[in-house]
C-alpha cells in the first residue's frame, strides 16, 4: 500500500480539555488522542476511507491513528496531543528544554488487512 | 535584544483596540480569553466591545478561532520567523522583494497591510501560543514577535503576551523566578541555583538517564513528553502527586492522590499575566494538599542522616 509524507501538526481540542478532566483512562480520551485529522483529497489520494486506521511513521517511532477528514490544509494533518504522538516526537531540544512539539514529517500509510 | 514589553489582561480589557493571536487556538484552547479579556467585553477605551476592536489570526490551518476573526492569516509551517522578519523591516521602511515574501504563504500586500494595522493601532497585543514558540525556530520566533512589539513603540502602544498552556504554569515559573532567579531548568544540587535550558531542563535529564529518581507535581509528562524521556521515567523510582491517577501515575512506584487546589484545597494561582489569584476551595477533600505531602516529605527526609561523607556535607558547611 502507498504511503505519504505529511506535516504532522499536534495541538489540544477543547474536547480533549473536557475529557481530561473526565479521566484519562476513559475510551473518549483515548479516542480523542488516537484520531488524525485529514484534507478529503489526502484522503482520497491514499485511498482511506473515514474512520480507517493508519500508521503514522516519524523519524523517531510510530503509532497507529484512526483517520478523519477535517478542515486542515492539504498535506498537513492535525492531532490532539497524547500517548500516540509522544511515541513521533524527538526528544532533542536544542538546548532550548523544550522538544519540536509541532510540525514534523511523518510518513502516513493506510492499514488494510494484508498489512495486519 | 531582549526583554517583553507587556501588561496585564485587566489593560488589554480596558484599552485594546487591536488584538493579534499568533499560532494559537483561544476558541479551544483558552475558551474565556475572548469574552473575559480581550474581544467582546466593553473596556473604559473601548466602550463599544466587539466593534472597537480588531482581531487579526495567524496561523498555519484555519482553526476555530478563525470564525472570530476580522482577518486570518495562513502562514506556511515553519515560516513564522521569516513572516516576523519582514515585518519587522516593512515597519522600519526598509525594501522587501515580493519573491523572497512567496515562499511564506502571504504576500507583500498581505504583509504590508498587516504592518499598516499594526501601526495605526491605539493599543495593540500580539497574543502567541505553542504555534510560534514550539516550532523550528522555537525561541528565537518568539524573541522575533517579542522584538516586533518593542519596535512597534516608536508609532503606538503595543505589548506582547505569551498564551500560557496548563492551569498554573505561569505560578512555576514566576516562583522559580522570584526563588532561585531563573524560570525553569534550575539545577539546585550544589546548594545554589544554576540556570541552564538543555542541561538542566526535565527533558533532557530524563533523555540522558541523569537523574535516578523523579517527583512529578500536577503534571502528566507520561502523556506529553517524548517516548524515551517517558521510558526512564518507568526505569527509576518515580512519584506522582496528582488528584487524578495519569498515565504518569501508571508508570510510577508510588501516586499520591491529592486534593484539587482551587476546589477543595486553597492556594495561589498566576494568570497568564503573572498576575497571582488567591483561590479559596469550594468542598472538603478527604485527600491531603500537595503542599501537606511535600511538606511531609520535606521533614522525613530532614530526619534523615546527611548523605554527603563527613566534611563535605551541608552540615559542614552550616558549621562554618
Redesign the interface.
Do not use: W, Y
Given at each position: 500500500m502507498a504511503s505519504k509524507r505529511f506535516i504532522m501538526n499536534a495541538g489540544r481540542t477543547s474536547k480533549q480539555g473536557q475529557q481530561i478532566n473526565v479521566g484519562k483512562d476513559h475510551a473518549e480520551y483515548q479516542g480523542i488522542v488516537s484520531t488524525l485529522t485529514m484534507h478529503p483529497d489526502d484522503m482520497k489520494a491514499l485511498n482511506i476511507s473515514p474512520g480507517a486506521a493508519v500508521c503514522v511513521r516519524s523519524e523517531y517511532g510510530e503509532a497507529v491513528f484512526q483517520c478523519k477528514e477535517g478542515k486542515v490544509p492539504a498535506g498537513m494533518v492535525f492531532v490532539p496531543y497524547g500517548p500516540p504522538t509522544c511515541r513521533l516526537m524527538g526528544g532533542g531540544t536544542e538546548g532550548t528544554g523544550m522538544p519540536t512539539s509541532k510540525n514534523w514529517e511523518v510518513e502516513i500509510e493506510p492499514i488494510t488487512s494484508e498489512s495486519k | 535584544m531582549g526583554g517583553k514589553v507587556t501588561c496585564t489582561l485587566g489593560e488589554v480589557k480596558n484599552r485594546a483596540d487591536l488584538i493579534v493571536y499568533w499560532g494559537g487556538?483561544p476558541?479551544?484552547?483558552h475558551?474565556r480569553h475572548f469574552t473575559k479579556y480581550t474581544l467582546t467585553q466593553k473596556g473604559k477605551f473601548v466602550p463599544n466591545g466587539r466593534k472597537d476592536r480588531t482581531m487579526i489570526l495567524v496561523d498555519?490551518?484555519?482553526t476555530p478561532s478563525a470564525k472570530a476573526a476580522d482577518l486570518f492569516l495562513?502562514v506556511r509551517?515553519?515560516k513564522d520567523f521569516e513572516v516576523l522578519t519582514t515585518l519587522r523591516a516593512i515597519i522600519k521602511g526598509q525594501r522587501i522583494h515580493a519573491e523572497t515574501v512567496a515562499e511564506t504563504g502571504l504576500t507583500l500586500e498581505q504583509l504590508q497591510d498587516f504592518a499598516e494595522r499594526l501601526k495605526k493601532a491605539r493599543f495593540g497585543v500580539l497574543f502567541f501560543g505553542?504555534?510560534l514558540?514550539?516550532?523550528?525556530g522555537?525561541?528565537m520566533n518568539s524573541a522575533a514577535l517579542l522584538a516586533l512589539a518593542a519596535e512597534l513603540n516608536a508609532f503606538t502602544k503595543f505589548v506582547a503576551m505569551p498564551m500560557r498552556g496548563h492551569g498554573n504554569v505561569t505560578g512555576g515559573d514566576v516562583v522559580m523566578r522570584w526563588t532561585t532567579g531563573y524560570p525553569?531548568?534550575v539545577n539546585l544540587s550544589r546548594g545554589y541555583p544554576r540556570f541552564n535550558?538543555?542541561e538542566f531542563?526535565?527533558?533532557?535529564l530524563l533523555?540522558r538517564g541523569d537523574n535516578d529518581a523523579a517527583l512529578i507535581l500536577g503534571a502528566?509528562p507520561?502523556?506529553?513528553?517524548?517516548?524515551?524521556?517517558?521510558d526512564h521515567l518507568a526505569r527509576i523510582p518515580t512519584i506522582v502527586l496528582d488528584p487524578?491517577?495519569?498515565?504518569t501515575s501508571r508508570l510510577a512506584r508510588v501516586h499520591i492522590t491529592t486534593a484539587a487546589t482551587g476546589i477543595s484545597a486553597p492556594g495561589t494561582v498566576y494568570r497568564m499575566d503573572e498576575i497571582p489569584l488567591p483561590l479559596r476551595p469550594a468542598l472538603k477533600s478527604p485527600y491531603p494538599t500537595d503542599e501537606d505531602v511535600v511538606r511531609r516529605i520535606y521533614q522525613a527526609v530532614a530526619k534523615k542522616p546527611a548523605w554527603l561523607p563527613a566534611g563535605k556535607g551541608r552540615r559542614n558547611t552550616e558549621a562554618n
Open positions: - | 487556538n476558541a479551544e484552547c475558551p498555519i490551518r484555519e495562513q509551517p515553519s505553542m504555534g514558540s514550539m516550532t523550528r522555537k525561541h525553569f531548568g535550558p538543555g531542563s526535565t527533558v533532557d533523555l502528566d507520561g502523556a506529553t513528553m517524548p517516548q524515551p524521556a517517558i487524578k491517577v495519569t498515565h
